[in-house]
C-alpha cells in the first residue's frame, strides 16, 4: 500500500539544510516527493511511499538536521500520488 502525505515543518527550518537533509532521509526511507520552503518560513515535505516509512519519515522531521529547531509538525493525508524521485524546491 502506497500512502502520501503532506507535512508542514514550523521552527527554525529554513537555512540549516533542512531540505537537503530530508531528501537524504526520504530516499533512504525509500520515498518519492519534495521538500520546498514556504514564504511563511515553514518547510513543506510532501512525501508517497509504504505507511512506516512515512511514519519514520514523520519521527525524523521532529527532530530535523542538528542546526534545525522544529517546533510544529503538521500532518495531512492527501490521495496517492506518482513522484519520480525526491526534489527538492
Given at each position: 500500500m502506497i500512502l502520501t502525505a503532506r507535512f508542514l515543518v514550523s521552527g527554525r527550518?529554513?537555512?540549516v539544510y533542512f531540505r537537503a537533509s530530508t531528501r537524504s532521509r526520504a530516499r533512504t526511507l525509500g520515498l518519492s516527493g519534495h521538500a520546498r520552503n514556504l514564504p511563511d518560513g515553514r518547510v513543506e515535505v510532501v512525501a508517497s511511499g509504504a505507511p512506516q516509512a512515512l511514519a519514520e519519515l514523520e519521527a525524523w522531521l521532529h527532530q530535523g538536521p542538528p542546526a534545525?529547531?522544529?517546533d510544529k509538525?503538521?500532518?495531512e493525508e492527501l490521495p496517492p500520488q506518482d513522484h519520480r524521485g525526491f526534489q527538492v524546491y
Open positions: 527550518v529554513q537555512g534545525a529547531r522544529v509538525v503538521e500532518r
